[in-house]
């Protein structure tokens, strides 16, 4: 409580707003690009609402794999066979943790939406994904600013480097990631049950091979070269735009032709 009271106790009330302030800009980004058949309100909340809360269920699930704090020491080691075999086990719960999240995103999604008679037209499972993923990064956010905020205050340059980050970084990566699993289920949609299971198969695959490649060099460049992984991160974003008009085309063109 003495690290509350030395600069006034607004650390919930910072790590609030500059969790929040990301992911709503972000959401109202993205509902824009479905502004010719729009979800409803209460859809678009309750999503959201069961994204942040999956976070919980995430901590629990990621609690059981052991993580390796000396990442890049051990991808800095010669190439021999023992160099390699760390390096693989080091990586493992990277891999694991970014596969849990996806997951955790995608269950998200579907018990608050695709279950719903709402969930009527392809691109709705990018937009329902990004929802989920919106939420499960406000209340992520929320964690890690309230967390820099007890330790160095929420006026220190680590509190607005680390929202910042956040803005950059970490929510366009959930954006991305859950918006490329929206994309292969989207893509499905009309499909028959094996090819939907295949399609959510790769999906997910591909979400966590984009989620673990950003928090492995993240965490191997020990944050000095954030500025290209960002860039990378925004070309993806470009082509999440591009993909989500593709989408949108494919529930167009199964529409019946006389409506």
């Not at 919930?12 to 500059?18: E, G, S, T």
């Not at 302030?21 to 509902?31: S, Y």
């Not at 330790?151 to 910042?164: D, E, K, L």
């Not at 090819?195 to 999906?203: A, D, P, V």
């Amino acid at each position: 409580m003495k690290a509350l009271d030395g600069w006034g106790g607004h650390s919930i009330l910072f790590a609030v707003l500059f969790g929040l302030a990301p992911t709503i800009f972000w959401l109202w980004f993205w509902l824009q690009e479905d502004e010719d058949k729009p979800e409803p309100a209460r859809m678009i909340l309750k999503t959201f609402v069961v994204g942040g809360f999956s976070v919980v269920i995430a901590f629990c699930l990621e609690r059981l794999v052991a993580f390796n704090p000396d990442i890049a020491g051990n991808f800095q080691s010669s190439l021999s066979v023992a160099g390699i075999k760390a390096a693989l086990i080091t990586l493992w719960p990277i891999l694991a943790w970014a596969f849990i999240e996806e997951v955790v995103k995608y269950a998200a999604a579907y018990i608050a939406a695709f279950r719903k008679q709402h969930f009527d037209e392809p691109v709705d499972a990018m937009v329902y994904m990004i929802t989920a993923a919106l939420g499960f990064a406000a209340v992520e956010n929320f964690l890690f600013l309230f967390s820099t905020a007890l330790s160095s205050g929420a006026n220190s340059s680590s509190f607005v480097f680390t929202g910042n980050l956040r803005f950059l970084g970490a929510t366009l990566l959930h954006v991305v990631t859950s918006a490329t699993l929206g994309a292969f289920i989207g893509f499905s949609f009309y499909k028959n049950s094996n090819i939907k299971k295949g399609s959510l198969g790769l999906g997910l695959v591909a979400a966590t091979v984009l989620h673990t490649l950003f928090n492995f060099f993240i965490i191997i460049d020990e944050g000095k070269n954030i500025f290209g992984v960002l860039v990378f991160l925004w070309i993806i974003t470009t082509v999440i735009i591009f993909v989500f008009e593709v989408v949108k085309k494919v529930g167009a063109k199964s529409l019946p032709s006389n409506l």
